[in-house]
């Protein structure tokens, strides 16, 4: 059973930043695509940045030069660090995680079968 724990959310002004960690469990973690995405209310979930086991990486062009995803196999964990947050940067922040073993993948939520519950980034101006 594969276990998603985000953490590492909250409130700060624009131009701050924060770290979300990504703890994971149940599965070999380094057999998989890790991605962060988020959804703000009314809209549709986002991708944000995703990685996957060979370290390629792919964002968001929002948050190009802003953010930036990592992962630490012999922890578990996948990290995303936000920094010059902006207002709209505001949502809820999901961590997904997909089996892949080589081949193209997509930063887009139908990809990802394993999803975390959410931690909250709130940015006021």
């Known amino acids: 059973q594969v276990q998603l724990v985000e953490s590492g959310g909250g409130s700060v002004q624009a131009g701050g930043s924060l770290r979300l960690s990504c703890a994971a469990s149940?599965?070999?973690?380094?057999?998989?695509?890790m991605g962060w995405f988020r959804q703000a209310p009314g809209k549709e979930r986002e991708g944000v940045a995703a990685i996957d086991s060979e370290g390629s990486t792919s964002y968001a062009d929002s948050v190009k030069g802003r953010f930036t995803i990592s992962k630490d196999n012999a922890k578990n964990t996948l990290y995303l660090q936000m920094n010059s947050l902006k207002p709209e940067d505001t949502a809820m922040y999901y961590c997904?995680?997909?089996?892949?073993?080589?081949?193209?993948?997509?930063?887009?939520?139908?990809?990802?079968?394993?999803w975390g519950q959410g931690t909250q980034v709130t940015v006021s101006s």
């Open positions: 997904a995680a997909e089996l892949w073993y080589g081949g193209v993948w997509y930063l887009v939520p139908s990809f990802f079968g394993y």
């Open positions: 149940g599965y070999t973690y380094s057999s998989y695509c």
